[in-house]
């Protein structure tokens, strides 16, 4: 579900039209609506309703500050795997007991700034981690809250990029061997198991990989909370959303339709899992990120150019993987659409960015309603991982990023100044 829209022939988000948006504010813009992050967040909130649960929005889909106050707003928590997106957490209003610390990665320096910020938990992807937390909560003078990332070993059946609890990848404790960490971790002065977490890939369209891991790992969640007495069990993130027909997904009825129903729904999710998490008694922890923002946000891009070379048709847009890089990155599907709708014949296209990479596309060999130099697009479900992964390659500068609620639309983050992409550089001394 979502609030992307036409109205007569053009698109509009909520009761804001692109095509004047667009105009207001230029191009390309990230477009996001409130009211879709709202409802996203709202129905798997009450879907989980039977259990203590607190949903922890994975800020590394979308930080914009706008997007994490909305969160806030609507009760929810946070996960971070930075001290970056934890200072933009608070930055936006959020609470650091609200939130949950990932990351294979962390620094003395960001658990220091964890500590000291108070935050709800570290979830802690090694023993050389768990040993660093527990000296720096030592020179603290306090007492660390961590959870172990349980690495469940089951297989996610997502892209490999974005598949993460296997054996094959760098993240969490092996199943056979968290037990043993717990009952060393127990020992050390400084550390307080507060938890269990797993996160197992993200983008999952079929529930069984979810149950198949919480049926594992629910019954050492158990043990945990009888041993050592954790109050919270993280299952994760990685509800996946609508790609190949994000348009049609806005409509309700879609997901009643047989082809909504092959879709993976908060509902279905909750009742295979409900049920096997609510014997454990425990708060249960859920980390989505691209369930909550991804069909909330729109890329608007201008065609530059329509190009012909032999028998392909490029049309160049001033979008590019800079501003999105899935396609390149993860073989992503991203549809993508007409501002105004006209009637035209389709033609086979690629749409493409203007960077000097062939990677650089956001779609191949696709039937598209023929575009002209000037038309507006708008590729939709860009709201998580998209503005997150955007780059200056090619010094082009960040893009604006635009929030909507009903007729209401404010800008949340300026487009980016040309010469601040260069601001921190300067000329070696010998140069001037
Ligand atoms: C990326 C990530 C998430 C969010 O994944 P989505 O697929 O966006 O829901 C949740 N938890 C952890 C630990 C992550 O790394």
Partial sequence: MHFFRYRGNELFCEDVSLVHLARRYGTPLYVYSQRTLEQNFRRLDEAMAPLRHLPCYAVKANSNLAVLRVMADLGGGFDVVSGGELQRVLAAGGKAERCIFAGVA????????????GIYCFNVESVP???????????????????????????????????????????????????????????????????????IGSQLVRVDPFEQAVRKVAPLAHRLKDRYGIEFFSIG??????????????????????????????????????????????????????????????????VEYIKQTGSKTFVIVDAAMT????????????????????????????????????????????????????????????????????????????????????????????????????GLEQLAPWQQ
């Fill in 323 to 422: 501003e999105l890089i899935r396609p390149a990155f993860y073989d992503a599907y991203h549809e993508i659409v007409p501002l105004r709708r006209r009637k035209t014949p389709a033609v086979v296209c690629d749409v493409v960015g203007g960077v000097c990479e062939s990677g650089d596309y956001f779609c191949k060999d696709r039937a598209l309603p023929r575009v002209r130099q000037g038309d507006l697009l708008a590729i939709l479900s860009a709201g998580a991982y998209g503005s997150v992964m955007a780059s200056n390659y090619n010094t082009r500068p960040l893009a604006a990023e635009v929030l909507v609620s009903g007729s209401r639309a404010a800008l949340v983050r300026k487009r980016q100044p040309v010469e601040a992409i260069w």
């Fill in 237 to 302: 993130g990685g509800l996946g959303i609508v790609y190949e027909q994000a348009l049609a997904s806005g409509d309700p009825a879609w997901w009643q339709s047989p082809q909504g129903r092959r879709m993976l729904t908060p509902e279905v999710y909750a009742r295979r899992l409900v049920p096997l998490l609510e014997p454990l008694g425990l708060r249960i922890l859920l980390e989505p990120g691209r369930f909550l923002t991804g069909n909330a946000g729109v890329l608007v891009t201008r």
């Fill in 129 to 199: 981690e768990l040993e660093r937390i527990d000296r720096v909560a030592a020179d603290l003078g306090t007492v660390a809250p961590v959870a172990v990332r349980v690495n469940p070993d089951v297989a996610a059946r997502t892209h490999a990029k974005i598949t993460t609890g296997t054996y094959q990848n760098k993240f969490g404790i092996a199943f056979e061997q968290v037990e043993g960490v717990y009952a060393r971790a127990a020992r050390r002065r400084h550390l307080w198991l507060r938890g269990l977490q797993m996160h």
């Fill in 106 to 117: 962390k620094t003395e320096k960001e658990i220091a700034q964890a500590l000291r910020a």
